[in-house]
């Protein structure tokens, strides 16, 4: 148990109350727990502060709507009471003092595309000088100690305790992703950060932010609230808004180190070489010469890979050591994996590419590696940022030389709806001659495996790692590197 003052929180009616734990939901509300009321997308959890008391609750954490809307019940009851203008915020650094020590290293990654690559590497980097990290976001926790997540950032109070029981599990060294929704929440607030990371900016989530201003100002949020002053901006000077980035870094007085091809960047990427099991790449650090050989398919993945040294290099390694890892790294699953090969050499990726942006980024990175054709299998989720599809189709149609549009996660929308706005995209894009559409995603895809020739490469985009496909309330096992390792073997008389 824990008092108000210890959680760093003082109560409106200066009540001092012993804590037993921390929630968000009244329905598990426990006998001297301090409940978090938050404002929600469609309701207050203010309205559910009489049920935490009813249940036990000794405390109520809200802001002035939420005791306003309880004002009643809370005047009524001797419960404490902590109003505060940004409750999410006081949660999150509530958490941090309740369940404790974090890793002593910790470092995250924010950008629209390329944070779970990213994270990855920095895990894999890490784990090759023989230290224990873990990579946490969309694949849950990884490393040295495994553990199931919900949510690309979890919410405060799950974040926090994950973090305290990676401590007991012996890591030391912590690569987070930091999703705008996660940033806009509050959610890494109360983590000390090394160093922070940017990758890129492009269209995704404006169901949610409903502007790129909104959307580009929750992302800034990791460099100019949770990073400190004295931390490190590990930033991607490449993408048009890498600069501005950068620039916002400087003025708060954050060391900044640029990678990409930009001349100013420290880490300065400055030659790739590609052929069909991955490619060689010249780089500069800080002026001095260095060439690597990297196992990964994709040009952009020298931009994941410079970006996680730059980080790992950000919260104290040495840089040498560093760069002796890189020829070591392996693919991230789901992002630009290779599923299955065809007895005739050609080749099946799956990539979680959902944007149009990273479709297009996908497929004119696979171009160097294929000597032939590149097959595109595209869809978009549902209950989603609608603008995109008809973006997302455009991208492949103009990408690759055939593109069939299917189902992703339709989710509680009509998929031929989905589809219409995809396919859409891509006839507008001048797709007549070589766009698609078959609806089941399974038969795409062994429609796709049957078309690939010699020096052929299929890309399997949208699901990546995941391995269910949410339909309506359920979600049903599939798993697109499952599902193309059986139809080669299906086509190939193997099964």
């Known amino acids: 148990m824990k008092t108000l003052a210890e959680l760093g929180l003082t109560a409106a009616n200066g009540r001092e109350v012993q804590i037993t734990g921390l929630t968000v939901d009244s329905r598990n509300v426990k006998s001297g727990n301090l409940f978090a009321a938050l404002p929600g997308a469609t309701v207050h959890g203010g309205n559910f502060i009489a049920k935490a008391i009813e249940l036990g609750a000794s405390a109520v954490l809200t802001d002035a709507a939420g005791?306003?809307?309880?004002?009643?019940?809370?005047?009524?009851?001797?419960?404490?009471?902590?109003?505060?203008?940004?409750?999410?915020?006081?949660?999150?650094?509530?958490?941090?003092?309740?369940?404790?020590?974090?890793?002593?290293?910790?470092?995250a990654v924010t950008g629209t595309n390329g944070k779970t690559s990213v994270s990855t590497f920095c895990r894999q980097i890490w784990e090759e000088l023989g230290l224990f990290g873990v990579n946490l976001g969309t694949t849950g926790v990884e490393g040295a100690w495994a553990h199931p997540l919900k949510h690309t950032t979890p919410e405060p109070i799950t974040l926090h305790r994950v973090m305290a029981e990676a401590v007991q599990h012996g890591v030391t060294h912590v690569a987070m992703e930091a999703s705008s929704h996660g940033l806009d929440q509050r959610r890494l607030d109360g983590v000390v950060l090394a160093a922070a990371g940017f990758t890129n900016f492009?269209?995704?989530?404006?169901?949610?932010?409903?502007?790129?201003?909104?959307?580009f100002e929750a992302k800034m949020g990791l460099f100019t609230r949770v990073l400190s002053e004295d931390g490190v901006a590990v930033v991607n000077l490449d993408d048009p808004k890498g600069p501005e980035v950068a620039e916002i870094c400087t003025e708060r007085g954050q060391e900044v180190i640029g990678v990409g091809r930009h001349p100013s960047a420290r880490l300065r990427l400055t030659g790739q070489r590609f052929d069909a099991t991955g490619q060689d790449l010249l780089f500069e650090w800080q002026g001095k010469a260095q060439q690597v050989r990297l196992g990964l398919i994709g040009g952009f993945q020298a931009d994941n890979v410079l970006l996680a040294a730059g980080l790992v290099i950000a919260a104290g390694a040495e840089p040498a050591d560093v760069f002796d890892t890189l020829p070591h790294l392996g693919t991230v699953h789901g992002r630009m994996e290779l599923a299955a090969t065809r007895e005739n050499g050609a080749?099946?990726?799956?990539?979680?590419?959902?944007?149009?942006?990273?479709?297009?980024?996908?497929?004119?990175?696979?171009?160097?590696?294929?000597?032939?054709?590149?097959?595109?299998?595209?869809?978009a989720g549902?209950?989603?940022?609608?603008?995109?599809?008809?973006?997302?189709?455009?991208?492949?149609?103009?990408?690759?030389?055939?593109v069939i549009v299917t189902?992703?996660?339709?989710?509680?929308?009509?998929?031929?709806?989905?589809?219409?706005?995809?396919?859409?995209?891509a006839l507008d894009a001048g797709g007549a001659d070589h766009v698609t559409e078959i609806g089941d995603r399974a038969e795409a895809i062994l429609r796709a495996v049957d078309m690939l020739r010699p020096g052929d490469a299929l890309l399997v985009a949208g699901k990546g790692h995941e391995t269910g496909q949410t339909v309506g309330d359920s979600v049903l096992p599939f798993d697109d590197v499952e599902q193309a390792s059986m139809a080669v073997a299906a086509l190939e008389g193997k099964i």
């Open 67 to 107: 005791a306003q809307i309880a004002a009643d019940v809370l005047s009524a009851s001797n419960v404490a009471t902590i109003v505060a203008q940004d409750p999410r915020q006081a949660l999150a650094q509530t958490a941090s003092l309740w369940f404790g020590a974090h890793p002593g290293t910790v470092v």
């Open 202 to 215: 492009t269209q995704d989530h404006l169901d949610y932010h409903k502007s790129f201003e909104a959307y």
């Open 347 to 379: 080749a099946v990726f799956v990539d979680y590419a959902h944007t149009p942006d990273a479709v297009k980024t996908a497929l004119t990175a696979m171009r160097p590696h294929v000597m032939g054709r590149i097959i595109a299998i595209v869809g």
């Open 382 to 402: 549902g209950d989603r940022d609608t603008t995109k599809r008809p973006l997302m189709g455009a991208a492949a149609a103009q990408n690759a030389d055939i």
């Open 407 to 425: 189902d992703d996660n339709p989710r509680s929308e009509d998929p031929a709806k989905i589809r219409a706005a995809v396919m859409a995209g």
